[in-house]
């Protein structure tokens, strides 16, 4: 079964550097997202990005934030310069165009910040 | 989107039926109610989604009452492996938002499924 899969599972960091985190969603699937998950906390959601550009984004992805497809098949989120409070778990999902619209998740990223 | 509310934990026996209800009084014509589950930090799992029939798949069924202000997610053999946080999401049907619409999560159900 077609899964959505994410790299690396976990990424340690240093205050004020940049990450680089990338999904590879399922292959037909054309709609993108990424949530996260503070620890204990609720899934919050951060974009949605449909034909090579965002359809919706939160308060929370600022202009730290960027998201890209590079090529066709990865779909990456970029933190600029990470704080504290970045630190959670990422997750990538897709969706096809059509069908039961329902979002596939990857397994996410657990990116700690220090 | 509609408001939906859920106890915060419930817990079911190994092999019994687990049920978790949601209300979501608010719920609008064009809303469709959909169930998510999340095992232990692993990403978010859809489950099922109905608009106003009732619906089964061969994870669960969805029981939405005639008013569509409350449903039932029925698990009906629970498992050890069914021990999650499940979510109730009221969400308008894509084909009327614009295709792209979001995911918001509350604090969801926590199953304890016991042998």
């Known amino acids: 079964e077609p899964e959505v899969t994410q790299t690396p599972s976990h990424q340690v960091t240093q205050m004020g550097q940049e990450v680089i985190l990338r999904c590879v969603p399922i292959s037909n699937h054309l709609y993108f997202y990424w949530y996260r998950q503070i620890l204990g906390q609720k899934v919050e959601f951060l974009v949605s990005?449909?034909?090579?550009?965002?359809?919706?984004k939160s308060e929370i992805f600022d202009d730290q934030f960027s998201v890209e497809r590079p090529d066709g098949s990865n779909f990456t989120l970029k933190i600029r310069s990470t704080k504290l409070e970045d630190s959670a778990m990422y997750f990538c999902a897709s969706r096809e165009m059509k069908g039961t619209y329902e979002q596939y998740f990857g397994p996410g990223t657990r990116l700690t910040v220090t | 989107d509609a408001k939906t509310t859920q106890p915060p934990s419930m817990d079911c026996a190994e092999g019994r039926a687990a049920n978790l209800p949601c209300n979501h009084s608010t719920i609008s014509g064009n809303e469709y109610v959909y169930w998510y589950r999340q095992i232990h930090s692993q990403g978010p799992q859809y489950i099922i989604h109905?608009?106003?029939n009732n619906e089964t798949n061969e994870m669960a069924s969805l029981i939405i009452t005639e008013d569509r202000k409350s449903s039932t997610l029925i698990l009906p053999h629970a498992t050890l492996r069914d021990t999650a946080v499940y979510y109730c999401?009221?969400?308008?049907?894509?084909?009327?938002?614009?295709?792209?619409?979001?995911?918001?999560f509350g604090a969801g159900t926590r199953l304890a499924v016991h042998p």
């Open positions: 999401i009221v969400r308008v049907a894509p084909q009327f938002s614009g295709g792209y619409n979001k995911l918001i």
């Open positions: 109905g608009l106003k």
């Open positions: 990005f449909y034909n090579n550009e965002i359809s919706e």
